[in-house]
């Protein structure tokens, strides 16, 4: 005869009960009415105004003054903080010794303690333990549990589990823009994800060592920079926004400063529905760092506007980019069918260049013809390797008539 073994089903005098804690929401009064010269005649509005959920010579705005415990709790989202309830109750006669009460986090990638062991002298009959704890959300996409333990009498112990999600509140696209002089422009596309409106208190980027960071999202004319998005930044559900910054490198943290593609992360700060406040830090921003030229040729300074058949000046940059020195001598020359003609003496030898240094120079022109004109015509040749270095189409300026 086979034996069949019985396991032995505990009773626990000790019950434990785990309820997350969510924040009430606005309860809005149901708003039927119609005008008083209608069948009905003023039998609506009248009984509109005895509701006492209606918001008093506002009742047919659906604005409510009272608050309702949701039936249904909302997404705890990534960055938000897991507020939870604990309760622990003696249903039997007898008191219960020794109690021991851990909760932890289990997710994915890890396991983090969020209570205890917290140890309780003794229970008596039909008293109860009240315990909140909390946990700021750090990962998403997996299911994360909150795990319960009580021991009890130093002989028996149970557990209890609650599983909850956590999804993204925020979708975040970013992308670089690389220019000549080692700035990047960087922009970033954030859309609300959420199933509720949103306040974005802050949203801000920290930059990498090296970097100084300018935000372009404040109004120019605006002297305690306030954001072209208003007071009041509320993005909707599903509303999608762009965020403009401007980085460059920093010139006082060292001699030859270094270019590194991790530009910084990504700080937001925001509030949700009754004032739940949430907070995440993305991932470093890396960008492709593009590949330089030996030389750099940018223009540092260039008139708006400038009179035909009158001379101006333009100042440009020259940085050697390579670990040697360069000497360089400046070749300029009228290109064909140019409004533009050269006024300085093309040949001129600047002095020696070292390695990632940089040097300014003055071009002069003048403008023959009126409109929107191309400035072109400038060789850099580098005599000690003997190569030379071309540089059209690299600004534009407006030429007008002078009047007075």
């Known amino acids: 005869m086979a034996s069949i073994e019985v396991k032995e089903v505990i009773e626990h005098p000790i019950k434990l009960r785990v309820m997350r804690l969510g924040k009430p929401v606005m309860f809005n009064s149901k708003v039927v009415t119609c005008d008083s010269k209608d069948l009905p005649g003023t039998v609506f509005n009248t009984q509109l105004k005895k509701d006492v959920t209606a918001l008093a010579d506002a009742e047919t705005l659906a604005a409510g003054s009272f608050l309702m415990v949701p039936n249904v709790l909302e997404n705890l989202y990534l960055g938000e903080t897991f507020l939870c309830y604990i309760y622990l109750k003696n249903e039997s006669s007898q008191t219960v010794y020794d109690i021991i009460l851990k909760a932890e986090i289990d997710t994915a990638t890890s396991h983090i303690p ?73 922009e970033v596309q954030v859309q609300n994800i959420m199933s509720t409106p949103i306040s974005l208190e802050k949203f801000i980027l920290e930059s990498s060592v090296g970097y100084n960071v300018i935000s372009m999202n404040h109004l120019l004319e605006s002297s305690d920079n306030k954001s072209i998005f208003g007071d009041m930044d509320i993005l909707d559900v599903k509303e999608t926004r762009q965020y403009m910054y401007r980085l460059s490198l920093d010139q006082t943290a060292e001699k030859n400063p270094t270019r590194t593609n991790n530009l910084g992360k990504l700080d937001i700060l925001w509030r949700s529905n009754m004032g739940t406040k949430g907070q995440i830090q993305s991932s470093p921003l890396v960008r492709q ?48 069918d140019s409004n533009l003609a050269w006024t300085m003496i093309s040949g001129i030898q600047l002095r020696l260049l070292p390695p990632y240094a940089t040097i300014k ?40 008539q002078n009047v007075s």
């Open 114 to 186: 969020i209570l205890g062991p917290k140890a309780f002298p003794k229970l008596d009959p039909y008293a109860s333990i009240d315990v909140i704890v909390k946990h700021e959300v750090k990962e998403h996409g997996s299911v994360n549990k909150l795990i319960c333990q009580v021991e009890y009498d130093r002989k028996h112990s149970f557990e209890t589990i609650f599983s909850y999600r956590v999804p993204k509140p925020l979708d975040l696209k970013t992308k670089f823009y690389n220019t000549v002089t080692d700035e990047v422009y960087l």
């Open 289 to 336: 760092i593009p590949e330089l030229d030996d030389i750099t040729f940018s223009i540092t300074y260039l008139p708006d506007m400038v009179f035909c058949e009158e001379q101006f000046d333009f100042t440009c940059s020259i940085k050697n980019n390579r670990n040697r020195d360069m000497q360089l001598v400046v070749e300029v020359s009228d290109e064909e």
């Open 361 to 400: 120079t003055v071009f002069s022109m003048v403008a023959l013809n009126h409109g929107l004109q191309v400035i072109s015509g400038i060789k850099l040749k580098e005599l000690i390797l003997n190569r030379t270095y071309s540089y059209n189409n690299f600004g534009h300026v407006f030429v007008t």
